[in-house]
């Protein structure tokens, strides 16, 4: 693992000359073996230029998702202190989930290259093709009860929003409950679950489970999805760094969830500027129905207030009712 802790080390200092000695002092590893984690990286395609008396720094390397790439950003993160990244998975938040109920503590995010069942919310599949987007989730452990993490998917869509501007200088929108929206197309999913201890219905584990289309062409989206779905590709006509990205959304992730239920008053303003559906003619849309209504505002348990063609309100929590726009997916 010291091809980690040197990618890592020279992430952090990207820019910057790095001595060898300083690396293996700091790393406790030897000289040979910073240099034999360098010329290792090399040949995974790294461009790691080297100077005489000052170093070794990092000038490029491939887009790849892996502990090196991420670990630096983020010491001192609960989120993300421990990193499980994986070259192909069935879905990362069933592997967050194996780990919890294996007893991990809550802090590590899972994040993989591919999922190859990849879970979407209403027993859907979420389309995740290997390199081209990224799948992440995260186990937390927050001594709250079910009923107070209601609304905990809303702070995390405001959570990725936030490090999606951190990462591409473009802020989606929240189409609500919790699809992340650019370009009138979806570009993020957002999958949490959580789970009870059977006899006291305790809170055992939440787990928000993020899929972002970053690097996908049109053609790369099933004909089904194609008109809906987008990536940050496409809307910003450049390709995006996962790893970049990936380290964006934790941060975020941790920022949130260290304010999480306290900053209330924070994330609710900022959900409320980010949702795009108040003010839109909407369907509420059931397993067994499909109504006509109008979106009137998010309440303040982040809820949908709608107006009902007879004049009646309603306001409608997540996971109750899907809603789609009349004229299109938003
Ligand atoms: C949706 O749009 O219905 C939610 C999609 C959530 C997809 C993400 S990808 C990472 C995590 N692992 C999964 O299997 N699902 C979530």
Do not use: H
Request: hydrophobic content about 40%.
């Amino acid at each position: 693992m010291s091809r980690e802790k040197v990618l890592a080390l020279l992430r952090e200092r990207q820019g910057e000359y790095c001595s060898g000695e300083a690396m293996s002092r700091q790393l406790g590893i030897s000289r040979a073996g910073v240099w034999k984690a360098i010329e290792g990286l090399r040949q995974e395609g790294y461009t790691i230029s080297s100077a005489p008396n000052r170093g070794y720094r990092l000038e490029e390397g491939p887009d790849l998702l892996r502990a090196g790439e991420l670990s630096g950003a983020l010491s001192g993160c609960l989120v993300g202190r421990k990193l499980l990244c994986l070259e192909t998975v069935d879905s990362t938040n069933t592997e967050c989930k194996r780990r919890a109920m294996a007893g991990e503590a809550e802090g590590l995010v899972v994040v993989a290259d591919e999922q190859t069942g990849g879970r979407g919310r209403l027993g859907r599949s979420f389309q995740s093709p290997k390199g081209q987007g990224l799948y992440l989730s995260a186990l937390l452990r927050p001594r709250l009860e079910p009923g107070q993490v209601a609304d905990f998917t809303a702070w995390v869509a405001v959570a990725v929003c936030d490090g999606i501007e951190a990462a591409c200088g473009v802020r989606p929108r929240i189409k609500w409950t919790n699809d992340i929206i650019l370009g009138g197309k979806k570009l993020v999913g957002i999958l949490t679950e959580l789970g009870l201890e059977s006899e006291s219905n305790a809170l055992e584990y939440l787990i928000p489970g993020i899929g972002v289309n970053v690097n996908q062409a049109p053609e790369d989206f099933s004909p089904e999805i194609r008109d809906m779905a987008t990536s940050l590709a496409q809307e910003l006509g450049r390709p995006v760094r996962r790893s970049d990205l990936a380290v964006q959304i934790i941060l975020a992730l941790d920022r949130m969830y260290a304010g999480f239920p306290e900053n209330k008053a924070e994330y609710l303003e900022k959900y409320r500027a980010d949702c795009l559906t108040p003010g839109n003619q909407v369907q509420l849309i059931t397993p067994v129905s499909r109504q006509e209504a109008y979106a009137v505002a998010v309440d303040d348990d982040f809820r949908l207030v709608v107006e009902l063609p007879d004049g009646t309100r309603k306001a409608l929590s997540a996971g109750e009712v899907s809603v789609r726009g009349m004229y299109g997916y938003v």
